[in-house]
């Protein structure tokens, strides 16, 4: 019999912070694939394996396009049009539009030149462990700790002042939380657009050594450019700075994990993948069939909507050994953390570069370091949230 999700969960299990909700590892164990009933009446699919999540996220035959995302796991849009994806904007397009902006970004963010802002992430993280330690205990590592590190690094990059970085933090945190309401999310997207236009205006009259800067000898248009910079602001930020956050929580709720990165230095590119596969911040995505598709057994008909469960697929037993148990030491990485395919996270060799710096120095920088408050008041990211995470996270340590 096909296994049936009823509704995407709504919170996680008690004590469990870091585990998929329930019903989710519970639809795994009833198989790779489920059916999903979307509000609006749509009859969907919940993939939760490994395999064939990967297997949709390399299939150009599952769409990306927004205009064809009209069907929410949550919300019933009812007879509401969804608009095709703002120019720029290419996370939400296929090829060859998709291509057009990813394409002069990606030499950009090669992992050598991520590896070559090392001394930079090194020299930021510094400062700011410096400003925790003389401010002394307690401290909330998510402000302290967790954002700006990445805030300053993806400022530079894109040639944002440093100090408009208090605004679209603000406004992030509104379109990826979880907890705004209609009118506040257009407030906000409204609010960053604005501001993106003056800045990609500024970058014109002065172009200044930055990416942003950089693309100005194209032919993208400066509205295309102010997509671009909404998607790279906010994939370098929010992800990075939950994944800063939820990982340190893990490793102070795993002491033994804890103490094996602090002690055996060799162990941090390791630690850095295992942990995203861990944690999966980035908890799901949506295709839609552009066709007829054979998967796993089942036929998806053209036009039908599927959740990607990131989350259960990096906990797949069939994939992992001991999937629920966090090893810094695993083998065989290969999570997909950071998707799969033509969408595979065009970040990803920055954010490897700032945790595997940041977290090493906080833990020797603060050989003490504890929770301030008993782990169940940590106060977590709602499941409706884009990107999973703490809001903030209490710490301590001997003076």
């Known amino acids: 019999m096909e296994h049936t999700v009823p509704t995407m969960p709504a919170t996680r299990q008690p004590g469990c912070p870091f585990d998929p909700p329930k019903e989710l590892l519970q639809a795994r164990e009833h198989g790779p694939i489920s059916r999903y009933p979307f509000p609006d009446g749509h009859q969907g699919w919940l993939i939760t394996g490994y395999d064939l999540v990967r297997s949709v996220l390399a299939d150009s035959r599952f769409s990306s396009r927004k205009e064809l995302m009209r069907h929410h796991p949550t919300i019933d849009f009812g007879d509401i049009e969804i608009p095709p994806a703002r120019p720029g904007e290419f996370l939400l397009m296929d090829d060859p539009e998709h291509s057009r902006y990813r394409k002069p970004l990606v030499g950009k963010f090669t992992v050598r030149r991520m590896r070559l802002l090392t001394e930079r992430v090194e020299q930021v993280t ?36 440093y100090e408009d970085r208090g605004s679209f933090q ?71 700075a939950n994944m800063l956050a939820l990982g340190a929580f893990a490793l102070l709720r795993n002491p033994a994990q804890l ?3 602090r002690t055996e230095p060799a162990l941090v590119d390791g ?25 796993g057994g089942r036929t998806i008909e053209a036009g039908t909507t599927v959740i990607l469960s990131y989350n259960t697929a990096n906990r ?9 148990v966090l090893d810094l030491r695993r083998r065989g990485g290969g999570h997909l953390a950071f998707g799969h395919g033509i969408h595979q996270c065009l970040g990803q060799q920055l954010a490897r570069v700032e945790m595997r710096v940041a977290f090493p120095a906080l833990l020797n920088r603060f050989p003490t370091l504890r929770l301030a408050v008993p782990a169940e008041q940590v106060a977590l990211r709602p499941e409706t ?15």
């Open 316 to 324: 797949d037993p069939e994939r992992f050994a001991d999937p629920h």
């Open 170 to 240: 603000e406004h992030i945190d509104t379109f990826l939380g979880g907890e705004a309401g209609d009118e506040e999310l257009i407030a906000a997207y409204t609010a960053t657009q604005a501001y993106l236009a003056e800045l990609v205006a500024a970058k014109r009259a002065e172009p200044t050594d930055d990416v942003l800067s950089d693309l100005l000898d194209s032919d993208l248009t400066d509205e295309e450019l102010r997509g671009m910079a909404l998607i790279l602001l906010s994939a370098g930020f929010d992800t990075t």
């Open 126 to 161: 510094a400062e700011h462990l410096d400003a925790m330690e003389q401010a002394g205990p307690p401290a909330d590592l998510v402000t302290a700790f967790a954002r700006p590190i990445p805030s300053v690094i993806i400022c530079e990059l894109l040639g944002v002042p």
């Open 385 to 399: 949230a884009d990107v999973y995470g703490v809001k903030s996270l209490p710490v301590t340590w001997d003076v």
């Open 271 to 295: 630690a850095v993948e295992e942990l995203l596969r861990y944690l999966s911040v980035v908890k799901t995505s949506m295709r839609t069939t552009l066709e007829d598709v054979e998967l």
């Open 259 to 261: 103490a094996a990165l």
